[in-house]
């Protein structure tokens, strides 16, 4: 029996991005993160726009219950090689747009129980749903941080739709299609033609290679179940 076995695994990883070196503040901004999407545990990998002390870094985001998997090349590099901590080759650069229309909500999320008091604390979460009524093109990123995205065309391959909610794709997928960005495991996917790059909701992803055959090129619906694992329904329409 061999002493080395080498198998595969869906790995439920994050990527955050500093724009900051003030651990007060990355402290702050993260612990209210985990507290809004219960990402408590994730394994993360650091990209930083800033020069930043990797070492404590990575003791901060321990010291919050993340696990630090590997830095993106960049600023980071020469520290993260002098401790023989991972580096991960940097993304190829893509154009973020704006998209064509944008709705904005407020969602009342107060308890019922608290309803029913006389005085009621009122608790409301902003919520906005981006509208694109253009074909995404090869290099383009459509991304939104506070809500859903309704593409109501195709998007191409090397293309890339970013929500930290749910996706809707009347048309073709044929790029990158990453929902719950923000760490929402009961985020959505929904597309008329699935034939992805790749597929993510929370973290959890699935290669172009891997996509069950039965959704390929077919309407689909994705989410991830009570184990954390990616669903793929094919859809009647």
């Given at each position: 029996m061999?002493?080395?076995?080498?198998?595969?695994?869906?790995?439920?990883?994050?990527?955050?991005?500093?724009?900051?070196?003030?651990?007060?503040?990355?402290?702050?901004?993260?612990?209210k993160?985990l507290?809004?999407t219960?990402?408590?545990?994730?394994?993360?990998?650091?990209?930083?726009?800033?020069?930043q002390?990797?070492?404590?870094?990575?003791?901060?985001?321990v010291?919050?219950?993340?696990?630090?998997?590997?830095v993106?090349?960049?600023?980071?590099?020469?520290q993260a090689?002098?401790?023989?901590?991972?580096?991960?080759?940097?993304?190829?650069?893509?154009?973020?747009?704006?998209?064509t229309?944008?709705?904005?909500?407020?969602?009342?999320?107060?308890?019922?129980?608290?309803?029913?008091?006389?005085?009621p604390?009122?608790?409301?979460?902003?919520?906005?749903?981006?509208?694109?009524?253009?074909?995404?093109?090869?290099?383009?990123?459509?991304?939104?941080?506070?809500?859903?995205v309704?593409?109501?065309?195709?998007?191409?391959?090397?293309?890339?739709?970013?929500?930290?909610?749910?996706?809707?794709?009347?048309?073709?997928?044929?790029?990158?299609v990453?929902?719950?960005?923000?760490?929402?495991?009961?985020?959505?996917?929904?597309?008329?033609?699935?034939?992805?790059?790749?597929?993510?909701?929370?973290?959890?992803?699935?290669?172009?290679e891997?996509?069950?055959?039965?959704?390929?090129?077919?309407?689909a619906?994705?989410y991830?179940?009570?184990?954390?694992?990616?669903?793929?329904?094919?859809?009647?329409?």
């Amino acid at each position: 029996m061999a002493d080395i076995r080498v198998t595969g695994r869906m790995v439920n990883f994050s990527r955050i991005t500093f724009d900051t070196n003030d651990e007060h503040l990355i402290r702050q901004q993260l612990t209210k993160i985990l507290n809004d999407t219960a990402s408590s545990g994730a394994v993360i990998i650091i990209d930083s726009t800033v020069e930043q002390e990797l070492i404590s870094l990575i003791q901060l985001l321990v010291s919050l219950n993340l696990q630090p998997m590997a830095v993106i090349d960049g600023l980071l590099s020469a520290q993260a090689k002098s401790i023989q901590f991972p580096i991960l080759p940097a993304d190829r650069p893509l154009q973020r747009i704006k998209s064509t229309e944008e709705q904005h909500i407020t969602v009342d999320t107060t308890p019922q129980e608290a309803k029913e008091q006389a005085s009621p604390t009122q608790k409301t979460v902003a919520y906005t749903i981006c509208y694109h009524n253009e074909m995404l093109r090869t290099g383009q990123c459509l991304v939104q941080d506070h809500g859903d995205v309704i593409l109501n065309t195709s998007m191409n391959s090397g293309s890339e739709v970013i929500s930290s909610g749910n996706i809707y794709i009347y048309g073709a997928a044929k790029g990158r299609v990453i929902a719950g960005a923000s760490g929402d495991t009961k985020a959505r996917i929904f597309c008329q033609v699935l034939n992805a790059e790749l597929i993510s909701i929370a973290g959890t992803y699935c290669i172009s290679e891997d996509i069950p055959l039965h959704v390929q090129k077919k309407a689909a619906h994705i989410y991830l179940n009570d184990q954390q694992k990616l669903v793929f329904e094919a859809l009647e329409i």
